[in-house]
């Protein structure tokens, strides 16, 4: 018979197709990028063998088809079966080689396994379905012969293999699995050109070459348009048992089919079982190994993962949670240890002066050099912030010794580009006490190292039972002083300021005093700090406050000539509301801003000079006095008191009490205490008005007159007592004849009066204020006259208080 028109119409397009599809890949390939390249060059050298397969295949076809009698043409066949196996593996190695889909070799070998054991459950389906006793094409099935084993073998490789890529893909897949399907129909269609070329005819060849171009052209389009990388799903753990279980499913089920049907296995079906079981073996043997690498990892990772869960990532050294494992083993075992905890002094101002990247790159010099400076076994640990510890084997005094060598390493200057930072270090330590506890030993280590710090810092202090009983009081003190106010326990106690050498009460200073039912007493120098610590220092100052003023206006309305000072804490100074707060204070108690003075410490000094003289000046807008408390305690210096808006100086009891008074040089008179003398002459030139504190001795209080000092207070006076006791002193002072005779003092020329800004008139007293004083109207008070005592007790201005 001869080619039909249209049989040559179809070669001849299917070629042209085929060609250009070809071209197609070829030039895909080019326009891609160097490191996707490969892949893309293996589908187009398969694009070439499957060109070449299907030339050949439809010209051998047609030249048979011209001798009337279709003679097979077995060699050609070969030929044809080759070129597909070809073109089928170099399509497997372009799918396997697509970015993404097998990164590493282990990876495309897992594929392959898989693609493999996909083909031959396909294969053997296949030969059950076309073999005897089924025939599925009856007559028309082919016989067995070489070329077309040799092309089902290619088809099912690159079906399989197509199929494992494509369920693995994440989605959107579409492009890849129209690649595979253009891979899979053109071994399946060259699979029908060397099946017409060996036995079945021309018109199967020449549709098996149609069959080939379409794959081409579908695989040439999908790769020209695919975008990599397609990223795989390669998880060992998830996916991988699915493609075991139904090749293998399906092969079981084919051969019991088969079977059943009287069917008997021939060497190629045998071969096919024995390739299937191999692939089987072998993958699950790769599967295990990548379960025990998993495993291996996992370990590793939790291992890895349970030291950075005990390592301080900063310094490298252990954390809170490493320094806790290494305590319960040596309390599991029994050994003797001794743990000291580290602070360092002044860190705080690393952070907020020169950043926390200059503190991160300190704290890791300080893990530095703690590991370098303990010994092998020992453990060094950060806590937390500027706090670290070590924990040594041994006795306390190695500890002693290992903290001294510490205290001198992280003294040394820590470089740092911006200069270097210098540190000291606190340090506690604490050994077991009895039976091993180690929460026990973290808190001992914690009292002793604020025991440190408490008595200077840069020093090392060793655990002492005492420091609980401390703790404890320091705990119970603070719990109850917050319910103080609201129990009543709080009362307020005055110490008199006397006109000197009258000895006359004039004024008084607000003293706090705490009795509680079951701690007695507290001390204010307990619990002072203590309210400053935990914040509640501003309340207990306004409460201090409004129970001074109320007991001032209560003793101006009984007619009472005095003042009244209150202590001001630093904390108190700087806040902002202060001065609202005072100003409330007098108003609502209707008492003269004269006849209140707000002392300062010279602490207080110490901290911003500008911002306290801001301050200070505000409360000086309101008519209240200023005195500078303690002065000559070591803190103001001459030129920050000419600047301080200040009224009055207290000289420090370490200036009033000198061994040794001083005899006047040149003249007769009696002994003196210079620092006093200088103190008074520096006030009176600086215009302020100068009191003594601590005059407990008549020796003190004739040194004090002689220097010409006009106030004191002290024990000589009297102590602090209740409000009803210093009001009959008042009463005993301004009752006909009670003034005592004067102490003998030379004269001092009064110092010239302080210039001092006008100030609004203070309100009268609702009732009483008339008896303060009748007369002629002093100095700034134009409503109160001058008293019987001549108004010693007014702090209205320096020179009503000198006119005593």
Not at 324 to 331: Q, V
Not at 403 to 417: N, T
Not at 562 to 583: F, G
Not at 733 to 750: E, L, Q, Y
Request: charged share 20%.
């Amino acid at each position: 018979m001869h080619a039909s028109p249209g049989m040559v119409t179809v070669a001849l397009l299917s070629g042209l197709v085929a060609v250009f599809a070809t071209l197609l890949l070829a030039v895909g390939a080019r326009r891609r990028a160097p490191e996707h390249r490969p892949a893309y060059l293996f589908l187009a050298a398969a694009g070439g063998f499957a060109l070449a397969s299907l030339l050949v295949g439809t010209v051998v076809a047609l030249g048979t088809a011209g001798h009337g009698v279709h003679t097979p043409r077995t060699g050609w066949a070969s030929v044809v079966a080759v070129g597909v196996a070809a073109s089928g593996l170099l399509f497997c190695t372009g799918l396997l080689r697509l970015p993404g889909v097998a990164p590493t070799a282990g990876a495309a070998l897992r594929l392959g396994l898989d693609g493999l054991i996909m083909a031959t459950a396909l294969w053997f389906v296949g030969w059950v379905l076309f073999s005897r006793p089924t025939r599925l094409l009856r007559d028309a099935t082919p016989v067995a012969c070489g070329p077309i084993l040799l092309a089902t073998v290619a088809a099912a490789l690159t079906a399989g293999l197509a199929m494992i890529v494509v369920f693995r893909a994440p989605a959107p897949r579409h492009r890849l699995a129209t690649l595979a399907k253009g891979a899979t129909g053109v071994t399946f269609g060259g699979l029908g050109v060397a099946a017409g070329l060996c036995q079945a005819g021309p018109a199967v060849a020449v549709a098996g070459a149609a069959v080939v171009s379409a794959g081409l052209l579908a695989a040439a389009l999908a790769s020209w348009r695919l975008e990599p990388p397609c990223q795989l799903d390669v998880d060992v753990i998830r996916r991988d048992g699915e493609y075991a279980v139904v090749p293998m499913f399906a092969m079981a089920a084919s051969a019991m089919y088969h079977l059943l049907q009287d069917g008997r296995f021939d060497a190629l079906g045998i071969v096919a079982g024995s390739v299937e079981g191999f692939a089987l073996v072998a993958r699950q043997y790769l599967t295990l190994h990548d379960v025990r690498k998993y495993a291996s990892r996992l370990a590793e990772r939790e291992a890895h993962f349970r030291e950075l869960a005990h390592t301080d990532p900063l310094t490298g050294l252990a954390n809170r949670r490493g320094l806790l494992r290494a305590l319960h083993r040596c309390a599991e075992t029994g050994t003797s240890c001794v743990l000291l905890s580290l602070d360092l002094d002044g860190f705080k101002n690393v952070n907020d002066m020169r950043g926390h990247d200059v503190g991160d790159a300190v704290l890791a010099e300080v893990g530095r050099r703690l590991r370098g400076s303990l010994r092998p076994g020992d453990v060094a640990a950060r806590l937390g912030g500027d706090e670290f510890a070590v924990l040594m084997h041994g006795r306390q005094s190695d500890a002693e010794r290992v903290g001294e060598r510490l205290l001198g390493v992280l003294h040394g200057a820590y470089e740092q580009p911006e200069g270097p930072v210098f540190l000291s270090v606190s340090i506690g330590t604490a050994g077991w006490a009895g039976e091993p506890d180690v929460e026990l030993l973290l808190r001992h280590a914690d009292l002793a190292l604020r025991y440190a710090k408490q008595r200077g810092k840069n020093r090392i202090e060793r655990y002492d039972a005492a420091y609980d009983q401390l703790l404890r009081r320091r705990t119970v003190v603070e719990h109850e002083l917050r319910g103080a106010i609201d129990r009543g326990e709080l009362r307020l106690a005055f110490q008199p300021v006397a006109s000197l050498p009258s000895v006359r009460p004039v004024g008084a200073e607000a003293l706090l005093r705490w009795h509680h039912p079951q701690l007695g007493n507290v001390r204010p120098d307990e619990f002072i700090p203590l309210a400053e610590e935990c914040g509640m220092i501003a309340q207990l100052g306004a409460w201090v406050l409004h129970e001074a003023c109320y007991q001032l206006s209560r003793w101006l309305t009984d007619g009472h000539d005095v003042w009244v000072s209150v202590n001001v804490s630093p904390r108190e100074l700087h806040a902002p509301e202060y001065v609202v707060q005072v100003a409330d204070a007098l108003r609502a108690h209707h008492v003269p801003p004269q006849r209140l003075v707000l002392e300062v410490t010279e602490h207080a000094v110490a901290t911003d000079l500008d911002e306290l003289i801001r301050r200070l000046t505000a409360l000086r807008l309101t008519g209240v006095r200023i005195a500078l408390d303690d002065f000559g305690a070591g803190y103001s210096s001459l030129g920050q008191l000419r600047r301080l808006p200040i009224d009055i100086l207290k000289i420090d009891h370490s200036l009033v009490a000198e061994h040794e008074p001083v005899r006047p040089v040149g003249r007769d008179g009696p002994a003196f205490a210079p620092m006093v003398d200088v103190v008074m002459r520096l006030g009176h030139q600086l215009g302020m008005e100068v009191i003594a504190e601590g005059v407990t001795t008549p020796t003190e209080l004739a040194a004090v007159v002689a220097a010409g000092c006009r106030f004191g207070q002290g024990a000589l006076f009297g102590w602090g007592v209740p409000a009803e006791h210093l009001e009959a002193m008042l009463e005993a002072a301004t009752s006909p004849g009670a003034r005592p005779a004067p102490v003998s003092a030379p004269p001092v020329p009064p110092a010239p009066p302080r210039r001092l800004p006008t100030l609004p008139a203070p309100r009268r007293p609702e009732s009483g204020s008339e008896q303060v004083g009748g007369g002629a109207p002093t100095p700034r008070t134009g409503e109160y006259g001058r008293s019987v005592n001549q108004h010693v007790g007014s702090v209205d201005s320096s020179r009503e208080m000198r006119q005593a």
